[in-house]
């Protein structure tokens, strides 16, 4: 499996994180920062990947990548993309504030409209998938939030995601969270850009008051 991890100037040595890879991690592609910000992921790292499972998570600290086996053993089980959750049983964060938290539950909110999903956790971007998936991918150029992307595109091709408890650490390095209304934002006009062509029918006038 490859593992692509993005590694920002602030998030200091990233020796910790690759002496703590389980066994099954065949390359590791360190992606570093794109001219648009600390929120951007290239994607030329996940088309660089050559394993037949994709693992991406952050260099920050807050990830860990002894959790790796058990997105793994999902894909094994026939799920196409597994993403991290720190809102079902099993998973936690340290440090979520208020802000935060009302943005990421409305954009909740959002995606079970346009998609008929009840995903827990949209803002975590430790998830793995099938590198098939990759070919499915409409990859932009970079400045998007990648991580709703690949969420966003798992859901409008109908594939089979499963969440799994994560638990997210304190960061190493690094502020906490330095652009929350701008991630929100972002994540937003992803939801909207890929809405499936289907989804007028669940916006209709009480469709999802349930």
């Known amino acids: 499996m490859s593992l692509v991890v993005p590694v920002h100037p602030?998030?200091?040595?990233?020796?910790?994180?690759?002496?703590?890879?389980p066994p099954r991690v065949s390359e590791v592609i360190l992606v570093g920062p794109s001219e648009h910000g600390?929120?951007?992921?290239?994607?030329a790292g996940l088309?660089?990947?050559a394993g037949d499972y994709i693992v991406v998570m952050g260099a920050d600290g807050s990830m860990s990548p002894r959790e790796i086996p058990h997105y793994l053993h999902y894909l094994e089980?026939?799920?196409?993309?597994v993403k991290g959750s720190r809102f079902i049983a099993g998973g936690d964060f340290t440090d979520y504030p208020l802000l935060r938290r009302l943005g990421?539950?409305?954009?909740?909110?959002?995606?079970?409209?346009?998609?008929?999903?009840h995903l827990t956790d949209l803002w975590y971007g430790f998830c793995a998938f099938r590198r098939g998936f990759v070919d499915?991918?409409?990859l932009r150029p970079n400045g998007y939030e990648l991580g709703a992307e690949l969420v966003a595109h798992a859901l409008h091709y109908g594939l089979r995601v499963a969440e799994v408890p994560s638990l997210e650490q304190p960061r190493r390095h690094g502020p906490a969270h330095p652009h929350t209304v701008r991630d929100g934002a972002r994540?937003?006009?992803?939801l909207l850009d890929e809405r499936p062509h289907n989804v007028l029918p669940r916006l209709a006038p009480g469709a999802l008051q349930q």
């Open 38 to 43: 600390d929120a951007d992921v290239p994607h």
């Open 10 to 21: 602030d998030d200091g040595d990233a020796d910790w994180l690759l002496g703590r890879l």
């Open 47 to 49: 088309l660089a990947a």
């Open 136 to 138: 499915l991918l409409d």
């Open 104 to 117: 990421h539950h409305a954009l909740l909110r959002v995606a079970r409209r346009l998609y008929g999903q």
């Open 77 to 81: 089980s026939g799920y196409d993309f």
């Open 187 to 190: 994540i937003l006009g992803t």
